[in-house]
Structures are given as C-alpha cells and as structure tokens.
C-alpha cells in the first residue's frame, strides 16, 4: 500500500494502519482455530439443509466464473447442497467466463438461473456514472446483483443464500477507492436522474426501506463458507482446473470485460489506482503470498498491453463513445458520490426512519404468529 491511499498512516516500521486493520480483523475471523471454523461450518450447513428439506433448492449461490463464486459451487456439490445457482448478466461476460460457468453447472448439475439485465438501461447507467466523474462505477453492478439475489430468492422461496465473500483476499480496500455504501440507491438513483435517459423502473430495487423488509420479515439466512474454511485461491484455482477445466483470467475479477477495463485502465487513468496493491496487501497479511512476490507481481504492467488494445476499442465502441469523448471525460476532475447526494441525507432518512417506525410493530407482529 501507498500514498495513493488518502486514508494511509505509516508507523516508525513502515507498517500501515490498513494492514493492522486487517491483521486484527483476521485474528477474529479466518486465523481462528480451525476447530471452532468446522464447528461453526457445520452448524451452518445443518441449518441450511434444515431451512430447506422441504424445498427443491436449500441454498442459493451466485456465480460469476471467478475463482472464489466457482469454488463455492465445487463445495456445495462436495458437501450434498441443493443450490440454485444465479448468474447476474450485465451484458459485459467474456467469452472464457460463459464457459467456466458452462462447464462447472455441466459437471455439477446443479440448475442454472441467468438474471439478465436490460442492456440499453444498464449502459444507460454505466454512461451516467463515467459523465458524473464518480470512482465507484462498479457499484451500480453490486447493487443490481444483491437486488437481483433477493428477487430471485423470494420467487423461489428461498432461504439461505451462500456467498463468496472472501476474507483472505478482501480485507483490503481504501474508503477513498470505492463508495463505501455500495448499496445506496439514492445515490445510484440521483446520479441517473442527472446524467440517464432511460427509465430504471424495471431494475430490481434494494434501496434502505426494501433491505429492512429483507431482514425483518423474510429473514434471509446468509453464510460465507470461504472465512470458515482453510481457503486459498491458488489451490482453488488448481481444483478448480483439474475438476471443471476452469481457464484463470489473469487478474481479480477479471472475467468480466467491463470490471477488467475498469480495475485496469480507468482507476488507474482517472483515479491514480492501482487497485492490485490492496489485493496483494491481503494476501500477504492473510499469508497466502510474500511480500517479494507481491512486489515483484506489481512491477508489471497491470493491463495486458494486447489485451488493453482489444479491450479499448470494444469498450467505448460498446458505450458508444469516440475515443477522444472517452479520453475528454477521463480528463474530467474526479468528484465525490456524496456531492450527488446519499441515502443519509436528511430528507431521503427521514422517509425510512418513518417507515421503519410504523411497519415494526407489524413485522413484530406477523413474526410472532408465524413463529407461533
């Protein structure tokens, strides 16, 4: 980690508050005894194979082709889970991810569920966010997915939802590289209403009043299975290749053109990023990798030269930019997604804090009778 960090404190070692942040963190998550991770692993899956006995699916899984996504669905098939696996389609999957995700719900079996997203309302969206100069254009993505999670959830009365979150390679990542509230819709909603054109009223929602009718009257089990087992990505991926025939994408996140172009150029072109040095700095403070290795690994190019020209031309081609529109709008000054206001701005608050107010007493009420 560096001073491209804004956040960053350096003590007399050399040692940055990001790393003690995500030693003490780990320390209480994936360092912990092995025996009280399978303990508590156990009683998860015993839960989520209670929750859904009766069901056609006990779990649902998100899959998008990466590393840690495919290796949860190797897991659940090792250990007798009935998921229904969902892949969000946002219009920007590489050739190689479609057939990951191919080959690994051909070998598993397991029943394929594909969201896919309005192409023109989601480049709609995508344009919005790069005219408003915002770093997070990777969170409309987020949102749209966990929105999706919990649609297709509840269509399927679903109750558990198991996820990839992975400590390990995760517990990195500066507030001033991302919007920290990447599931604020007002946020998304104010930047459309600025810079959009298309309607977003067939998009799936999860804006504050929606995710605490989520919690509070379906009661989503969620468990993340990568904090609880002895987890690391390189012997996933080698799993993975001899089991599924999986194909790597040379970079986190990779298997998306978009989130490729984006971690790869754009952060790095507009925003001085390099995003690979907060997932280097997680695996070195997790001891997956060495710090000579990180370092040897960031004194390469971050973009595949032959790759970056492929992916330049197809990209703006694909939002429908010239190159010179594009190279204006990356010259722009970066601006902060709080200036097009938040989900925590007064008024926006306030209509949650009401409705929280008023629907309690009747989610407390119907729980008791269904729990009855």
Known sequence: MDTTASEIVFDEKGVCNFCKECESYLNKTIFRSIDIRTEELNVSIDNVKALGKNDKYDCLIGLSGGVDSSYICYWAKQIGLRPLIIHFDNGWNSELAVKNIENIIQKTGFDLYTYVIDWEGFKDLQLAYIKASVIDIEAITDQLIFASIYKIARKF??????????????????????????????????????????????????????????????????????NL???????????????FEWKDYGGKHYESIFTRFYQGYILNRKFGIDKRRAHLSSLIVSKQLLREGAIIALSKPAYNQEQFAVDYDFVIKKLGFTKDEFELLMDEKPISHTYYGTQWDKNEFRKYYYFKLI???????YNFFVKK
Request: hydrophobic fraction near 35%.
């Open 157 to 226: 009365k679903i109750k558990t939802i198991v996820d990839g979150v992975n400590n390990s390679s995760e517990s990195i990542l500066p507030k001033s590289w991302i919007y920290p509230d990447k599931l604020d819709y007002i946020n998304l909603r104010n930047i459309h209403n600025k810079y959009g054109k298309v309607p977003l009223k067939d998009f799936p929602k999860l804006d504050m009043i929606r995710r605490h009718i989520y919690t509070n009257l379906y009661h989503y089990n969620r468990i993340q299975p990568l």
């Open 229 to 243: 087992i002895d987890y690391s990505s390189e012997e996933a991926k080698s799993v993975l290749k001899e089991v």
């Open 359 to 365: 629907s309690n007493p009747f989610l407390k009420l």
